[in-house]
Nanobody, 121 residues
């Protein structure tokens, strides 16, 4: 079992920045890839960004150039730096993990509880 706990969400004005953090615990030896998803009201959950064990990254087109995913293996943490935020970035953001990059981008095996990000115009 892998436990993921997100933090760092909140309310920010358009153009502002937020940094989300995700702490992993439990059977982390089974994790090689981690990612961030988001779900806005009335919409499907979507992949925002993912990072593999070799630090390869994958971003949704809508966040490229604005968001940066990173990880600190020693601290068992993954981060999402969000800059130039837009109202359409408003959503609940979820941390996700899986054994492979393919799995984390398609069908993660572990999920956090989510953290709300609200961007006001």
């Amino acid at each position: 079992q892998v436990q993921l706990v997100e933090s760092g969400g909140g309310l920010v004005q358009a153009g502002g920045s937020l940094r989300l953090s995700c702490a992993a615990s439990g059977s982390i030896f089974s994790i090689n890839a981690m990612g961030w998803y988001r779900q806005a009201p009335g919409k499907q959950r979507e992949l925002v960004a993912a990072i593999g064990s070799g630090y390869s990254t994958n971003y949704a087109d809508s966040v490229k150039g604005r968001f940066t995913i990173s990880r600190e293996n020693a601290k068992k943490m993954v981060y999402l730096q969000m800059n130039s935020l837009k109202p359409e970035d408003t959503a609940v953001y979820y941390c996700a993990a899986a054994r492979t990059m393919l799995l984390v981008t398609t069908s993660p095996t572990s999920w956090g509880q989510g953290t709300q990000v609200t961007v006001s115009s």
